[in-house]
């Protein structure tokens, strides 16, 4: 979905670096989210934030970090990364007046990122 | 947690209907079923969500009967294009956090010519 939109794209990295992924949304949506994949697998949460001042932990948060700098961004940062932390990562947005009630969910392109 | 169940793969050709079932027994009163397809290195994208009985949209059909343990997704007249992985999520906003988004391994549906 164009109104959700990744940087960078790709990225490799060595360990021990440290990376931050970036989101924008011009959706509008008070509510963003961070998900990796591993290949094969679904989609893991990482972080969520329901608005500015609210930020919660997923299912996997232990190595990584988020920020939410405005409404429309939300970035993602490892700290030091490792290869296990190898995978594609995506954001999402929810929570427009229509949907608030259904969660439904708008992802962006997906950030791939190696670690070596 | 609404764990959900589905197929790990399924099969089928161009022009049939495809039905992909989902089982989630604990669901809860507030949660609803939503359905997203994704294609390779592309994010998931959202086909449909219902709450009960039955949902059609533009693209597809979700069923879900009376007690809501479990819903299925059709498919009218797959073509090539609808290869894809489908993911079936249950959950809600109000229904005790996003623990309970959690996209399983999905189904690895392969529409042959």
């Known amino acids: 979905d164009a109104d959700v939109t990744q940087t960078p794209r790709n990225r490799i990295t060595k360990t021990g670096k440290r990376i931050m992924l970036e989101c924008s949304q011009t959706?509008?949506?008070?509510?963003m989210y961070w998900y990796r994949q591993d290949p094969g697998l679904g989609l893991r949460l990482i972080y969520y934030?329901?608005?500015?001042?609210?930020?919660n932990k997923g299912e996997i948060s232990d190595g990584y970090s988020v920020s939410r700098q405005a409404q429309a961004k939300f970035s993602l940062s490892l700290e030091s990364a490792i290869p296990n932390q190898t995978a594609l990562y995506f954001c999402?947005?929810?929570?427009?007046?229509?949907?608030?009630?259904?969660?439904?969910?708008?992802f962006g392109p997906g950030t791939r990122l190696t670690v070596l | 947690l609404a764990k959900t169940t589905q197929p790990i793969s399924m099969d089928s050709y161009e022009g049939q209907e495809v039905n992909i079932t989902c089982s989630h027994n604990n669901i809860a009163t507030n949660d609803y079923i939503t359905w997203y397809q994704q294609f390779p290195s592309q994010g998931p994208r959202f086909i449909i969500q219902?709450?009960?009985t039955k949902v059609t949209n533009e693209v597809a059909s979700l069923f879900i009967p009376a007690d809501r343990k479990s819903s299925t997704l059709s498919l009218p007249r797959v073509s090539l294009s609808d290869t894809a992985v489908y993911y079936c999520l249950v959950g809600a906003l109000f229904s005790g956090g996003y623990n309970k988004l959690i996209f399983g391994a999905g189904t690895r549906l392969a529409v042959h010519p």
């Open positions: 999402a947005t929810s929570g427009s007046n229509r949907d608030r009630d259904t969660d439904t969910q708008y």
């Open positions: 934030s329901f608005d500015v001042k609210d930020i």
């Open positions: 959706k509008g949506h008070d509510r």
């Open positions: 219902g709450y009960k």
